[in-house]
C-alpha cells in the first residue's frame, strides 16, 4: 500500500484490513511465552526448529494456494533475498536462543523486553538507511525507551550504566543475543523496504520454512535434552500457526489497511506480550518491570511519532 499525505490526514478507520494488522500484533504477542514454555521442554534449538517448520510449512502450503504470491517472489531482487533471509534466519535463532539460555522465566521477560528494542531501531535505522526525516522528539524517545530496558533489567536500581552492566554480567549471553535479535529484526525492516521496495511482498513466505531447516541442521548437530509431550507439541504447532498467521494478516493490512493506525499499535506489543507472558507462565514482575515496559512503549511511540507522516507509512 502506497500512502499519500492526503490519505494520511483521514480519520483512522477500522476496516477488515486494519484489523486483520490488529490481529497479527495479538498473535505476535503471545511469542515470549509459548517460545519460552516449548524451550523448557525441548531446548532451545528444538523449540525454534519446531516452531519454524510448522511456520514455513504452512507459508509453502500458503504459496501453493496462491499464485499471486508465488508471482510476486519470483520478481523479488536476489539482493533482497539473500540478505534479508539472513537477517531473517539471524533475528529467529537469536531470539530462540535469547529465551532459553535465560535462567528462570523471570529473566526471560527481561530478556524479551532487551528485544523489543527493535521498535526505536527501527525508526533510527531508517533515518540512517532509507533518508527519512526525524523532528527532534526521536531523540528523548529512544532516550526513554533504553531507560526503560534499564529499570526493567535492574529492577529499581540507579539507573547508571554499572548497574545495568552488573545485571547484564550475571547472564550475558542471553542478554547480548536479545540486543543481536533487535538489532537483526530493525536491519531486516529497514532492508526489506530499500531492496524490495514498497509494492512488492512476499519473500517472508519464503524465510519461514529457510530458518526452519537452517534451526533443524542446528539442532541436528547439537542434540539437546528433552521430549515432544502433547502440551510440547501442541505449543510448537500453535506457535508455528500463530507466527504465519501473523505475518499473512500483517501483509494484507499493509497492502489494503489504515498503515498508520497499525504502525501506531504495534509498538504496544512490548506491553501485550509482557501480559500475555506473565499470564501463560504464572510469573509476576515487580512494579520496576512494568514501569520500564511502559518506558519502552512510550520512548518506541515517542520515536515513531517523531518521523515524518509519509515516512511512518
Not at 106 to 126: D, H, K, M
Not at 243 to 267: E, F, I, N, P
Request: charged fraction near 10%; include cysteine; glycine fraction near 10%.
Amino acid at each position: 500500500m502506497t500512502a499519500t499525505p492526503g490519505s494520511l490526514g483521514r480519520r483512522p478507520r477500522l476496516d477488515r484490513a486494519t484489523l486483520c494488522g490488529l490481529g497479527a500484533i495479538l498473535l505476535w504477542s503471545t511469542t515470549i511465552a509459548l517460545a519460552r514454555s516449548l524451550t523448557e521442554q525441548v531446548g532451545r534449538l528444538a523449540a525454534a526448529a519446531a516452531a519454524q517448520l510448522v511456520a514455513g510449512a504452512l507459508a509453502l502450503a500458503w504459496l501453493a494456494f496462491a499464485p499471486r504470491a508465488l508471482g510476486e517472489i519470483r520478481r523479488l531482487p536476489r539482493r533482497y533475498l539473500l540478505a534479508c533471509g539472513l537477517l531473517f534466519v539471524l533475528y529467529m535463532l537469536a531470539f530462540y536462543l535469547a529465551l532459553g539460555l535465560a535462567e528462570d522465566r523471570r529473566q526471560a521477560l527481561e530478556v524479551g523486553l532487551v528485544n523489543y528494542l527493535w521498535c526505536p531501531l527501527t525508526i533510527l535505522f531508517s533515518l540512517l538507511l532509507l533518508g527519512t526525516r526525524a523532528r527532534f522528539l526521536a531523540v528523548p524517545g529512544m532516550l526513554l525507551a533504553l531507560l526503560g530496558v534499564c529499570l526493567g533489567m535492574t529492577q529499581g536500581a540507579v539507573a547508571s550504566w554499572s548497574s545495568f552492566a552488573a545485571n547484564a554480567a550475571g547472564n550475558p549471553a542471553a542478554y547480548s543475543l536479545a540486543f543481536v535479535a533487535a538489532l537483526s529484526w530493525a536491519l531486516y525492516s529497514n532492508l526489506t523496504r530499500r531492496l524490495a521496495g514498497g509494492e512488492v511482498r512476499g519473500g517472508v513466505l519464503l524465510f519461514l520454512p529457510a530458518s526452519g531447516l537452517v534451526l533443524l541442521a542446528l539442532c541436528l548437530l547439537h542434540p539437546e535434552e528433552g521430549a515432544f509431550t502433547a502440551r510440547a507439541c501442541a505449543e510448537a504447532g500453535v506457535l508455528g500457526f500463530f507466527t504465519a498467521a501473523g505475518y499473512v494478516l500483517w501483509d494484507h493490512a499493509m497492502r489494503k489497511g489504515d498503515v498508520v493506525l497499525v504502525a501506531a499499535c504495534s509498538y504496544f506489543t512490548p506491553l501485550l506480550a509482557t501480559l500475555v507472558a506473565c499470564a501463560y507462565l504464572r510469573v509476576a514482575p515487580g512494579a520496576w518491570f512494568w514501569a520500564g515496559c511502559l518506558l519502552v512503549v512510550v520512548g518506541s511511540f515517542l520515536t515513531w511519532s517523531a518521523v515524518t507522516e509519509r515516512a511512518r507509512a
